[in-house]
């Protein structure tokens, strides 16, 4: 797993935008977010996975997501920038103070299906959505999970045009698929590489 961290390339901030309007979907459709101010479903504590006792930080805080479906740790100065409740298009986006962000979004792949089915459907949303793959199928592991690795650029709308390339991993559970996201705008990311393998180390999808 920490092969993918070691090369993980320079990346701006992909698609979407605050709280208030439609975000990136990998899953190919555009999704209102919730109010992540009034709304608490969108995170429930775990306790099991807390560690308060980080050293030069303030601790990692353990939590469950999308209807309780993936829990991990995180580190607790992590904010929900936006999420969704939607059924079959869940997702939740932390922005950390370490300057990038981590998503998880539901797939709606079925977790008894081949890797190869699970492939097909994800690479075709990327390529729906004008996405390239740059690498691909590069297995890692979580708590309980094994997954499966890309790198992904995408063309992003601005002035002058940005060039985004994103690390997505596909992480199945027993019952589900989901996508784990890791946007960044830095070229090494050597300052964030432990606290990043950290929390996906830490992460169990149901």
């Not at 939740?92 to 792949?109: C, Q, T």
């Not at 094994?146 to 992904?152: C, D, F, I, K, S």
Request: hydrophobic share 40%; glycine share 8%.
């Amino acid at each position: 797993m920490i092969r993918w961290l070691a090369w993980l390339p320079a990346i701006a901030a992909c698609g979407g935008g605050g709280a208030n309007t439609t975000v990136f979907d990998p899953n190919g459709a555009k999704v209102a977010p919730v109010d992540v101010a009034t709304s608490s479903d969108v995170e429930h504590p775990f306790p099991a996975l807390d560690s308060p006792d980080v050293p030069g930080g303030r601790g990692w805080m353990g939590v469950s997501v999308l209807a309780d479906r993936v829990r991990f740790a995180r580190p607790r100065g992590w904010s929900v920038r936006d999420a969704s409740l939607e059924p079959g298009h869940a997702y939740v986006r932390y922005v950390s103070p370490n300057a990038y962000s981590f998503a998880i979004y539901e797939r709606p792949d079925g977790a008894g299906e081949d890797w190869h089915d699970i492939f097909q459907r994800y690479e075709g949303d990327v390529a729906a959505s004008g996405a390239k793959i740059i690498a691909a199928h590069i297995p890692v592991a979580t708590a309980g999970n094994q997954g499966r690795e890309y790198t992904v650029e995408r063309h992003i709308e601005a002035k002058p045009p940005i060039v985004s390339h994103s690390r997505e991993i596909l992480v199945r559970g027993q019952s589900r698929v989901v996508l784990v996201q890791i946007v960044t705008d830095e070229e090494s990311v050597s300052r964030i590489a432990s606290e990043v393998l950290d929390v996906v180390r830490r992460l169990e999808v149901l």
